[in-house]
């Protein structure tokens, strides 16, 4: 199966998924960021949903907006202001994919001003939409600090969608990592590189 970021703005959108759809993959989840805490952006959800249709994306992992507009700044009414609108209209848009046999999900995504990011924005959209599934990502789990297997266990009955990804939890501990790997010189690393490297391997397309 493949995933795709819908944005319906860009021009080679269409075609290109026409290709990947019809020669050499499955249609996994179609992918989308929008904003509602800004707007219901009707537009542009009618078109995420007809293009899921003619390709034949049964799965839409939805980023639905911000709610720490300002940063860590922004007040708790404002905050609150924006969960509310992201939420009413997240709700709306789930029952309207629903009713098109469409499945909406979210990630645990790895952006504090997303009210994804944290285990009590996830639940307050699950409690508010019954009909919300789960995207799990188990590389954002390290980017929030919490726990894999503590994650899946709790939200186990929404996943529809898995991303396996595996990240370190800073730049400092990545290249301790690689240098396990690797060493810690220069030509020892150009040395692993080019010997477990394939440059040469011919892609064929088959």
Same mark, same amino acid.
């Not at 707007?39 to 003619?54: G, H, K, Q």
């Not at 954002?140 to 595996?166: A, C, P, Q």
């Given at each position: 199966?493949?995933?795709?970021?819908?944005?319906?703005?860009?021009?080679?959108?269409?075609?290109?998924?026409?290709?990947?759809?019809?020669?050499?993959?499955?249609?996994?989840?179609?992918?989308?960021?929008?904003?509602?805490?800004?707007?219901?952006?009707?537009?542009?959800?009618?078109?995420?949903?007809?293009?899921?249709?003619?390709?034949?994306?049964?799965?839409?992992?939805?980023?639905?907006?911000?709610?720490?507009?300002?940063?860590?700044?922004?007040?708790?009414?404002?905050?609150?202001?924006?969960?509310?609108?992201?939420?009413?209209? !997240? $709700?709306?848009? /789930? +029952?309207? #994919?629903?009713?098109?046999?469409?499945?909406? =999900?979210?990630?645990?995504? %790895?952006? *504090?001003?997303?009210?994804?990011?944290?285990?009590?924005?996830?639940?307050?959209?699950?409690?508010?939409?019954?009909?919300?599934?789960?995207?799990?990502?188990?590389?954002?789990?390290?980017?929030?600090?919490?726990?894999?297997?503590?994650?899946?266990?709790?939200?186990?009955?929404?996943?529809?969608?898995?991303? !396996? $990804?595996?990240? /370190? +939890?800073? #730049?400092?501990?990545?290249?301790?990592?690689? =240098?396990?790997?690797?060493? %810690?010189? *220069?030509?020892?690393?150009?040395?692993?590189?080019?010997?477990?490297?394939?440059?040469?391997?011919?892609?064929?397309?088959?």
């Amino acid at each position: 199966e493949v995933e795709i970021e819908f944005e319906y703005e860009t021009p080679w959108v269409t075609p290109f998924l026409g290709l990947v759809c019809d020669t050499c993959a499955k249609p996994g989840a179609l992918y989308g960021t929008f904003h509602l805490e800004r707007s219901d952006e009707s537009a542009r959800l009618e078109e995420y949903l007809r293009t899921a249709e003619e390709f034949g994306f049964r799965t839409l992992l939805i980023i639905p907006g911000e709610y720490l507009r300002g940063g860590r700044k922004d007040s708790s009414v404002e905050r609150r202001q924006a969960m509310d609108a992201i939420t009413s209209r !997240l $709700k709306a848009f /789930v +029952a309207k #994919a629903k009713a098109r046999g469409l499945a909406v =999900t979210v990630e645990d995504f %790895d952006d *504090v001003a997303s009210p994804c990011s944290i285990g009590s924005g996830l639940k307050a959209l699950f409690d508010a939409i019954p009909d919300l599934g789960f995207t799990f990502d188990t590389g954002n789990v390290t980017y929030t600090g919490d726990d894999t297997m503590r994650l899946f266990e709790t939200w186990r009955g929404r996943i529809r969608h898995v991303h !396996l $990804k595996d990240r /370190v +939890a800073s #730049a400092a501990e990545e290249d301790r990592m690689i =240098t396990i790997l690797m060493g %810690d010189k *220069v030509d020892p690393r150009k040395e692993y590189i080019i010997s477990h490297a394939e440059f040469n391997k011919k892609d064929n397309f088959d």
